[in-house]
């Protein structure tokens, strides 16, 4: 079992910067991949970013690629996502989620643990 718990959200403004923070526990994150998903009242999980868990290799989404970097720390079991030029549309409560010896997947299915969400509020 891994627990994951996300932290960093807030709200902001429209051009700022935030970074989200996973903190895992339970498991060491060097044999997992992790994602970033946010979702909205009424609307599908969407995904944001992902990380693979041996190549490093990494996938965004076109909404955020540009904007938003994806980070595993191994050695202090957290994963961040760093989002800069924040937009209205960039509101929602954001996920992390870990899959173990996963690639970087934009499918929510493929992950097996998730935390509970962290809100981010931008405004305009």
């Known amino acids: 079992q891994v627990q994951l718990v996300e932290s960093g959200g807030g709200l902001v403004q429209a051009g700022d910067s935030l970074r989200l923070s996973c903190r895992a526990s339970?498991?060491?994150?060097?044999?997992?991949?992790m994602g970033w998903f946010r979702q909205v009242p009424g609307k599908e999980r969407e995904f944001v970013a992902a990380?693979?868990?041996?190549?490093?290799?990494?996938l965004y989404a076109d909404s955020v690629k540009g904007r938003f970097t994806i980070y595993k720390d191994n050695a202090k079991n957290t994963g961040d996502l760093q989002m800069k030029s924040l937009k209205p549309e960039d509101t929602a409560v954001y996920y992390c989620?870990?899959?173990?010896?996963?690639?970087?997947?934009?499918?929510?299915?493929?992950?097996?643990?998730w935390g509970q969400g962290t809100e981010v509020t931008v405004s305009s």
């Open positions: 989620a870990v899959q173990w010896r996963g690639v970087a997947s934009p499918n929510p299915s493929d992950y097996s643990f």
């Open positions: 339970g498991r060491t994150l060097g044999s997992y991949a």
């Open positions: 990380i693979a868990y041996m190549t490093g290799i990494t």
